[in-house]
């Protein structure tokens, strides 16, 4: 599987930006899709995940409300909707598929990383 993000830029605090990830080499609706982020200096953490086809959507408690993943599968693409966004949201955002399809929160049970895009949110 190999994954695509793009859409990373700069914003102001306040703003929004839409990633997408673009995945090939499997059928996309069997694959469970994941966004984390890594801020400067920090480990990387868990954002959100769809599961497979057009199942549920999970987010971690700071982006709760504030962000939105979807899918279209005929696309073979996942979104990462972000809206009010804030200084401590900067970081490189990545993709990740989860062959499992269950949308984990968990990094280690993603099989397939995507290659990171940064977004920067001024205050």
């Known amino acids: 599987v190999q994954l695509q993000a793009s859409g990373g830029g700069l914003v102001q605090a306040g703003g929004s930006l839409r990633l997408s990830c673009a995945a090939s080499g499997r059928p996309f609706d069997s694959l469970a899709m994941g966004w984390f982020r890594q801020p400067p200096g920090k480990e990387r953490e868990f954002v959100g995940a769809?599961?497979?086809?057009?199942?549920?959507?999970y987010y971690a408690d700071s982006v709760k409300d504030r962000f939105t993943i979807s899918r279209d599968n005929s696309k073979s693409t996942a979104y990462l909707q972000m809206d009010s966004l804030k200084p401590e949201d900067t970081a490189v955002y990545y993709c990740a598929a989860d062959l499992g399809g269950s949308g984990s929160p968990t990094l280690a049970d993603y099989d397939y990383w995507g290659q990171g895009t940064l977004v920067t949110v001024s205050s």
């Open positions: 769809v599961r497979y086809s057009d199942g549920p959507t």
